[in-house]
């Protein structure tokens, strides 16, 4: 009964709904129960893991980085961490060393976006010029590519701590990506004009949201030992869809719409609707699935998920929000089929997963939005 259940109730959130179902989820809500015997650890070897991004499906070519492939901004150790492709399987292999932050003058690594599998985009908290921060691109290989600070815009770094992909331009000269500032509360957009980060553009997208405080963030082989060096409130992950910029506004506990943000500056942030405050209570990520609906993590809560209709927010009843994690959830990603998130409250965090039954194995399958 519990994996029936556990089947009907995940099910919308994460794949497309059965031809001649109305999409609501409003039939199909029932108590999950707790995460125990869903996928837990199916990677390890973290210290206090932040954002996740998905590669998105590459051709049948022996690339270094495969679609499937999932990058981990590890935040303890200021590095971005790949673990090859676990679909298929309960996991426990530890994740691998991509790239240093340190290596670069960067600390405190707090986001990924993957706007392809031959592009990793990566934001960090501290470090480069005075200290704001900054976002770095990387090849396939961990290369660096390009990297931009406040030496590149005065004004466009204030500690990131969200990044993501905006997808292209109508006319597909234009890759657009958004930062969030949890230093002075606001979001940025980058207009460049290939994934490699060539001739940046940066439009302040708005301001408004919540300021935070910087962690302590540590280095390889010296990693955190207490989430108490762990940055502080502020805004965080971000997700976009449809001209929209959507913002973990953690430290006011909602989540808000940037409307117009492809093209507009100095919007104001708009709260979404009819979202469940008693669930959405210190949103650190957000992620976009294949119905359209936002799924929203928050770190301090047990429910830790709740999944709302786009563009207002309106909640969706889908079961979701009643799968019992427990708390110190901070990112996550949806591929099809699976919801995979990370653990950030202690050292040893992990990458977790829920698919809609238990007898069905994580996948990294796409199609992906933007992330």
Same mark, same amino acid.
């Given at each position: 009964?519990?994996?029936a259940a556990l ?7 994460f794949?497309?709904?059965?031809p ?7 039939d199909?809500t029932?108590? *999950?129960? &707790? @995460? !125990?015997g869903?996928?837990?650890?199916v +990677?390890?070897?973290?210290n206090f893991?932040f954002?996740? #991004? ?16 999932i990058?981990?901004a590890?935040?303890?150790t200021?590095e971005i961490?790949?673990?090859?492709d ?8 530890p994740?691998?060393p991509?790239f240093d932050g ?5 600390a405190g ?6 706007p ?16 704001r921060g900054g976002?770095v691109v990387?090849d396939?290989?961990?290369?660096? *590519?390009? &990297? @931009? !600070?406040?030496a590149?815009d005065?004004? +466009?770094?204030?500690n990131?701590g969200?990044l993501?992909? #905006? ?9 657009r990506f ?5 230093g ?12 490699d980060g060539?001739?940046p ?9 919540a300021?935070g ?5 540590g280095s390889?082989?010296s ?9 502080e409130?502020g ?5 976009y869809?449809a001209g929209?910029l ?6 006011n ?8 943000? !492809?093209?507009?500056?100095d919007?104001?942030?708009l ?5 469940p ?5 210190y949103p650190t990520d957000?992620t ?7 799924i929203?993590?928050s770190?301090?809560?047990a429910?830790?998920?709740?999944s709302l209709?786009?563009?207002?927010g ?7 929000q009643d799968l019992?994690v427990?708390a ?13 998130f990370?653990r950030?409250n ?6 977790r997963?829920?698919t809609p039954t238990?007898?069905t194995?994580?996948?990294t ?6 992330q």
């Amino acid at each position: 009964m519990r994996r029936a259940a556990l089947a009907i109730s995940l099910l919308l959130p994460f794949v497309l709904a059965c031809p001649g179902g109305n999409g609501s989820g409003a039939d199909e809500t029932s108590v *999950l129960g &707790s @995460f !125990d015997g869903l996928f837990d650890d199916v +990677a390890t070897g973290f210290n206090f893991p932040f954002d996740i #991004g998905i590669a998105p499906d590459d051709p049948a070519t022996p690339d270094t980085v495969e679609g499937g492939d999932i990058f981990v901004a590890n935040y303890g150790t200021s590095e971005i961490l790949r673990v090859a492709d676990p679909s298929d399987t309960a996991g426990g292999a530890p994740a691998q060393p991509f790239f240093d932050g340190t290596s670069e003058g960067f600390a405190g690594a707090t986001a990924i976006s993957m706007p392809a599998h031959t592009h990793v985009w990566a934001a960090f908290e501290q470090g480069g010029t005075d200290n704001r921060g900054g976002v770095v691109v990387l090849d396939p290989s961990g290369t660096l *590519l390009a &990297s @931009f !600070d406040a030496a590149s815009d005065p004004d +466009a770094f204030a500690n990131p701590g969200g990044l993501c992909f #905006g997808g292209f331009s109508s006319d597909a000269t234009l890759a657009r990506f958004f930062v969030i500032n949890l230093g002075d509360g606001t979001a940025w957009r980058m207009d460049v004009g290939a994934l490699d980060g060539s001739d940046p553009v940066f439009t302040r997208v708005g301001s408004g949201l919540a300021t935070g405080t910087l962690g302590n963030p540590g280095s390889p082989g010296s990693g955190l030992t207490s989430s108490k060096d762990l940055p502080e409130g502020g805004a965080r992950g971000c997700a976009y869809a449809a001209g929209s910029l959507y913002v973990a506004d953690a430290q006011n506990a909602r989540v808000v719409r940037f409307e117009g943000a !492809d093209v507009g500056a100095d919007l104001a942030p708009l709260a979404l609707e009819d979202t469940p405050a008693g669930l959405v209570t210190y949103p650190t990520d957000l992620t976009i699935n294949d119905e359209g609906y936002l799924i929203v993590i928050s770190y301090d809560n047990a429910h830790a998920f709740v999944s709302l209709a786009l563009p207002g927010g309106g909640f969706i009843d889908d079961g979701l929000q009643d799968l019992n994690v427990n708390a110190g959830n901070y990112g996550t990603a949806v591929a099809f089929g699976t919801l995979w998130f990370t653990r950030a409250n202690n050292s040893n965090g992990t990458l977790r997963a829920v698919t809609p039954t238990q007898e069905t194995l994580p996948t990294t399958v796409g199609p992906f939005p933007p992330q």
